[in-house]
């Protein structure tokens, strides 16, 4: 069972459906990812609700016909609001036996399966590990199977454009495409412009992904074997500009727009690592607002420059995802002593070591808290959705500004290729996070103090190089108390210990406190983190809809928690923290405010379903 409403085959022209989910699988290098990205940007145009989910190998090219080289990309649209791209897809588009065979088990049941059957010879059956024909075997009989030669057909549609060699296939992720339009109505134009806008540059490419596309919507229309096609009306949504956004893009923007509000220059520096890679990709587009990107050449290189730019007066920015966290440690570590902003966003995957690249996971929390030497606590902030990626990073540069700190930014690679449709905000109303340097000195006896300290905020000055009178010493080594000298002295590195973890403790106090979801009377509390949000949200609407009550708080707020969180915890008989690792969270709950939470794990390299949060509710109900 998912969110979806699963397709059955009428008589009728067009079925009206509320919600349907469906799935592109074929080899890495069948275009599955360009696939259903053209088809949510049709179906946002639309005006769809939507989510989406991006799997793909880990390698450039993985062995084409094998499990392992199998790239999906499954999107839900609705005319409702919905919060995940669906348990099990309606429609599954296969391009071949590998495909079909990793992804038939998610299928609903009485699914509608798309095969090209071009595919299905005895080589590509026997890499894919078939003893016989699925197509033929009758194993396949409880779907609503639709067989298309879509090699053959896209080979006739782009016979004439020029086309030679593996060229004149690479276009039957677009033939696929075609038909799904023609299925589900989706608008031409938005394809067929960026058809034109990718390719315009090379005539016969362009020519056979627009006839390809062409000649899969006239198949549909133009044949007896699909009976009817399926209407998803717009949904209803707050008026106002959307547009679809992937995590990776609303946290760049998100950075973009924290830059303006703050009226200062950004920096970025990165080195190249999966899942976060795109955000660097997107702020390189941005020099006309000021932005500086920096592809380093290792991790180190990257949060050093990134220190340097915090040092000068910049917003110092570096990204990265697990092992590449790993690496910076130490150089954050240094940021800290320092006391200077800098935001640190991991795009957390599945680990450890290499690990999954490409998979998603929320194992990073207890490094992200302790996975520094000596003392060294840092605020930590953490995105739900795509869409919450904008207003989070603005957040999370506000308290590194404020509170003179390195902040840490979480996300994952669910959140970071997920897409779903944002409201454009006003950016009249973004938030003034503008900082005041240092420029005159603070001293008694007219020195400069570099580490004298804001008595509400604890924020040490920001005082840039170079401005007369405030030159100032920084390093690695502990600082004395006010002055900022190198200090050997055990009572100032005990009292510089303790300043530094006042003021992340202090943070409480200038965020909000948490709101619960609530159910009256509700026994039980779901308490989340991170991408977990959509699929908690929709077990528990499943869970409401049969008249049972469950509470819900979703954490943006990690470190420091919000100051409310105790008498919240304390509200309920029982809690529930799922999490995409063995308990993390679970853990940090269990030891700071003693409560017998209960955890609930996955670490699969996939997001929760939501029926596993249903299931899990209605066992802790039950109990």
């Not at 890499?127 to 199977?145: E, I, M, Q, V």
């Not at 406190?513 to 949000?533: F, K, M, N, R, T």
């Not at 707020?557 to 304390?570: A, G, T």
């Not at 939501?610 to 899990?616: A, V």
Request: hydrophobic share 40%.
């Amino acid at each position: 069972m998912s969110e979806t409403s699963t397709i059955e085959p009428t008589d009728a022209e067009a079925q009206n459906v509320s919600a349907v989910a469906i799935r592109f699988a074929g080899d890495s290098g069948d275009g599955m990812q360009v696939a259903g990205t053209r088809f949510t940007e049709a179906s946002a145009i639309f005006g769809n609700d939507l989510a989406t989910f991006p799997n793909f190998p880990a390698e450039i090219r993985a062995p084409a016909g094998t499990l392992p080289g199998v790239s999906s990309f499954q999107v839900q649209i609705a005319d409702r609001d919905i919060l995940t791209a669906g348990d099990n897809p309606d429609v599954l588009v296969a391009m071949n036996p590998a495909a079909l065979k990793a992804n038939l088990a998610d299928l609903a049941p009485a699914g509608t399966l798309i095969v090209n059957s071009d595919a299905f010879e005895e080589r590509n059956l026997a890499k894919a590990g078939y003893d016989a024909n699925p197509l033929t075997d009758g194993s396949l009989d409880a779907y609503r199977l639709l067989e298309v030669p879509m090699e053959a057909l896209t080979k006739e549609a782009v016979k004439d454009t020029g086309l030679k060699g593996r060229g004149v296939l690479r276009s039957k992720n677009f033939f696929a495409l075609g038909l799904m339009a023609w299925m589900f109505d989706r608008p031409h134009e938005p394809t067929l412009k960026w058809i034109d806008e990718k390719f315009g540059n090379d005539e016969a490419v362009r020519s056979g992904n627009e006839l390809a596309f062409k000649a899969g919507y006239n198949l549909g229309e133009t044949t007896e074997m699909f009976r009817n096609t399926f209407e998803v009306k717009p949904a209803t949504l707050p008026p106002g500009t959307y547009t679809t956004v992937t995590g990776n893009q609303a946290l760049a923007w998100g950075l973009v727009a924290a830059a303006q509000a703050a009226k200062l220059p950004l920096f970025y520096g990165s080195y190249p690592i999966t899942p976060a890679s795109d955000i660097l990709h997107e702020l390189a587009k941005h020099r006309n607002f000021g932005v500086r990107t920096f592809q380093a050449e290792d991790e180190i290189a990257a949060v050093g420059a990134a220190v340097g730019a915090s040092f000068v007066g910049h917003l110092g920015v570096t990204g990265t995802s697990g092992p590449g966290l790993a690496l910076k440690s130490e150089t954050i570590s240094l940021a800290l002593i320092l006391e200077l902003p800098l935001l640190i966003v991991n795009v957390q995957r599945g680990g450890p070591s290499t690990g999954l690249p490409t998979k998603t996971e929320q194992s990073d929390l207890l490094m992200v808290m302790y996975g520094r030497h000596g003392e060294s606590p840092l605020p930590i902030v953490s995105i739900s959705t795509p869409a919450d990626a904008f207003e989070t990073t603005i957040e999370a540069v506000r308290i590194a500004l404020k509170y003179m700190t390195p902040v840490i930014l979480m996300s994952d690679g669910y959140i970071a290729t997920s897409a779903e449709p944002w409201l454009l905000p006003d950016v009249s109303q973004l938030p003034d996070i503008s900082v005041s340097f240092a420029t005159e000195t603070n001293g008694e006896d007219g020195e400069f103090l570099p580490y004298l300290r804001d008595p509400d905020t604890l924020a040490r000055p920001w005082a840039i190089p170079g401005t007369a009178g405030l030159e100032h010493r920084v390093g690695g080594l502990e600082k004395e108390d006010k002055t900022g000298d190198v200090s050997y002295n055990p009572l100032n590195h005990e009292k510089m210990t303790i300043l530094r973890e006042e003021k992340i403790a202090g943070i409480a106090n200038d965020i909000p406190e948490i709101e619960v979801d609530p159910d009256a009377d509700a026994d039980l509390l779901v308490l989340g983190w991170g991408s977990s949000y959509g699929p908690i949200t929709s077990g528990i609407r499943r869970v409401r809809a049969r008249g049972l009550k469950v509470a819900q708080v979703h954490l943006r707020y990690i470190n420091p928690f919000p100051r409310n969180l105790d008498e919240v915890l304390r509200r309920y008989p029982k809690v529930l923290i799922p999490e995409l690792n063995r308990g993390q969270l679970w853990r940090l709950i269990r030891s700071e405010f003693l409560v017998d939470a209960t955890s609930y794990s996955k670490v699969q390299g996939q997001p929760f379903k939501s029926i596993e949060i249903e299931t899990k509710i209605m066992e802790m109900l039950e109990s």
